[in-house]
């Protein structure tokens, strides 16, 4: 018999400084009447990454750039499925307001809660742990984010230099594939090597961003 794929979800553990320290942004669903992380199932073909961005977009109306990745957590649902969810701390880009969501099916509150009481409000141990390892997480870190170049045309069929070697179309569609991923990080400086296949691998994010390569 056929072992049930895992179910990946993705989430974030996103944080401010509030007035009186540290704060942490939690949602109610109520259709399990339970207090947790914003997270949810990836689309077809879509990255952990990309995910982890939009559900939080989604669930509780705020933007956020990821920090550092934080331990997966690996459960077994109610049904027999095995589930696991990718976290990373998380930070708000822009206002942080929630005081006008929309309740809605899925989640009907989103609230920011001092750590220590967050670890109380949430549902479930495996949160809880999770919250745990953000708080031992002291200093700040910037992301460094290594990416190799997009499918290119193979070296036996490019007769001319190495460095004007093209990308494929699949090396082309790669490439803005890519946009979301080094998006969800924030990233502000772009390096590339002076092959063509390199730098034509991160210009489609570097002209949405705005930055030079």
């Not at 553990?13 to 009447?33: N, Q």
């Not at 006008?100 to 509150?109: A, C, L, S």
Request: charged share 30%; glycine share 8%; aromatic share 8%.
């Amino acid at each position: 018999m056929a072992q049930p794929a895992d179910i990946v979800a993705a989430g974030a553990v996103v944080t401010r400084k509030g007035r009186g320290g540290r704060e942490v942004l939690l949602v109610h669903r109520p259709k399990y009447d339970d207090w947790s992380f914003p997270k949810g199932k990836l689309e077809q073909g879509e990255h952990v990454v990309a995910a982890a961005v939009r559900e939080v977009a989604e669930e509780t109306g705020l933007d956020i750039r990821l920090g550092p990745p934080l331990s997966a957590q690996r459960y077994t649902l109610s049904t027999g499925d095995p589930k696991d969810v990718h976290y990373w701390v998380g930070q708000v880009v822009g206002g942080d307001d929630v005081t006008t969501y929309r309740p809605n099916d899925e989640v009907d509150q989103v609230s920011w809660l001092p750590v220590d009481e967050a670890c109380t409000r949430l549902s479930y141990p495996y949160d809880r742990e999770t919250l745990g390892e953000l708080t031992a997480l002291r200093k700040r870190s910037t992301p460094l984010v290594v990416v190799r170049h997009s499918r290119a045309r193979p070296r036996r069929s490019w007769h001319g230099d190495d460095r004007d070697r093209t990308l494929t179309r699949a090396g082309e569609f790669q490439a803005e594939q890519i946009v979301p991923l080094l998006g969800a990080y924030g990233i502000e400086r772009v390096l590339s090597s002076s092959s063509r296949r390199c730098w034509s691998t991160v210009s489609p994010y570097a002209d949405v961003a705005d930055v030079e390569v």
